[in-house]
């Protein structure tokens, strides 16, 4: 079991390292920390936007990409700051096949009970239900045996779209039949518009396995004033110097991933 003593410890060397670089994460937003390798080195993407292209396809046309039927996740949903920072520093040091892309963050959608979360991602069901029972048996050892473990089908603002493209059931099946031809020509129409053009500089990145950044600690510093904000007071084990409360919380302003 990771302990809040190792927490800590790594807490205050992660501060000795960068906390005079003074960097800020002005939203909660973009507080989240990767692993693995970048969207952009998965099999058979084309394209250099990876995920961005896809989210602004579907806000733009209300179409999923073809891409996307074949994403999985495993969702991990922890219940405290501390359990997150355990996933956090046990993604790091996770050695997967295929180091797959993997981040921990802060969910606002309304359907998580704790949005403290993580995600590892897929691109087939199989290899999703082949590393499940023994990222089930790393994370009840490591954090807890109370943490939420699911495997969920690409983004959630899809499911809720149409929510027979997250089922598991005939009723995907229908779903895709029923929309397959005319998402895809939507798609190829998006694909030669100007909003397309926008995103097609977008740089190739690994994420650092093992190590964190400065922009990873600044992150951690906002998931601490977040929990204080919201009584957290998990954030103590970690670090109950100069953490400060967020003003002017809302969640309403928050989308859901």
Known sequence: MISKEFLSDEFKRLNHAF???????????HAQIFSGIS???????K??????RHQLLFKSKNVIARYCFNCFKIMITVKNVEDLFKLNFLFKGLNLPDDNTRKCMINFSPSVEHHYCGYIYFQSYEEAISIYKAILETITTEISDEV?????????????????????NSNFDDFVEKNKVSFELQEDLFDKSSLADS??????????????TNVDFAIMKKWLSYAKTIGDSSFKN??????????????????SF
């Open 19 to 29: 906390g005079k670089k003074n960097q800020e994460i002005n939203d909660l937003i």
């Open 39 to 45: 969207p952009r080195q998965w099999k058979n993407q």
């Open 47 to 52: 394209f250099p936007a990876t995920c961005k």
């Open 148 to 168: 939420l473990i699911k495997i969920k089908r690409g983004c959630s603002n899809y499911s809720s779209a149409y929510p027979d493209y997250g089922k598991f």
């Open 199 to 212: 995103l097609k500089e977008t740089s190739l990145t690994h994420h650092p396995i093992k190590k964190f």
């Open 238 to 255: 970690i670090c109950d110097e100069n953490v400060k409360k967020i003003k002017d919380l809302e969640f309403s302003k928050f989308p």
